[in-house]
């Protein structure tokens, strides 16, 4: 990328800028400049009057503003209608759930949209923790060290530390099934759709609702 000036603008004595002078945003109000854009161009030798003019001065953006004011309030005002929206999308789909799943169940569990040609059904998935109790036993049985275990122990006991220990080869993935400390705490309902070409390919992951 060239680092030289860009060209300055040709102003009438007097006269006040108004419009960008050159480059892609030519002839466009100065308020439709891209912040990014601006605050690029700001860093550059170009005339007072267009840096005046980017940064506001000439009052095509609201005073204070600066070249990144107005943007931060557009980006802050998207973000917050996004995230209700999102909340709102989100409220939506549950309640269409907790209604489509007596629906399946009555259906034996699935049932197929001929408008959109996927297949929806019912899974069943266990949510499980480790007992800490059994789990202590590895301290005895493989030479888990007191402290290593120690690492586990929170309000349940965490997977990740866990795991930790048979990356590292402190134990086997074999002692811990040979456990058995998992606990099964409850078992998740959820709602998964998968178009009927891949229902029976069996190639593309299905989605859950």
């Known amino acids: 990328m060239s680092t030289s000036s860009p060209p300055r603008p040709n102003y ?3 006269g006040v800028l108004e419009r960008m002078p050159f480059g892609k945003y030519k002839g466009r109000p100065f308020a439709e400049v891209p912040a990014d854009y601006a605050a690029w161009l700001l860093k550059r030798d170009i005339d007072d009057r267009l840096k005046n003019a980017l940064n506001g001065a ?3 953006r609201a005073a204070g503003a600066g070249v990144n004011g107005g943007d931060q309030q557009q980006i802050v005002t998207e973000f917050l209608e996004a995230r209700a929206e999102t909340g709102a999308a989100k409220r939506r789909l549950s309640e269409a759930r907790e209604a489509l799943i007596p629906l399946l169940e009555r259906n034996g569990g699935a049932c197929v949209d001929e408008a959109s040609r996927q297949r929806i059904s019912i899974i069943e998935r266990p949510s499980w923790e480790y007992d ?3 789990l202590h036993r590895l301290v005895e049985e493989a030479g888990l060290p007191e402290e290593r275990f120690a690492e586990c122990l929170r309000t349940i006991v965490d997977k990740a530390a866990v795991w930790a220990w048979v990356e590292e080869g402190l134990v086997r993935r074999e002692q811990l099934d040979d456990l058995e400390a998992k606990l099964v705490t409850k078992t998740l309902r959820e ?3 998968k178009p009927l070409e891949s229902a029976s390919e069996g190639s593309a ?3 859950a609702a």
Do not use: C, I
């Open 191 to 193: 709602v998964w759709v």
């Open 132 to 134: 800490p109790a059994v």
């Open 58 to 60: 000439n009052g095509t």
């Open 12 to 14: 009438r004595p007097n």
């Open 205 to 207: 992951p299905a989605r």
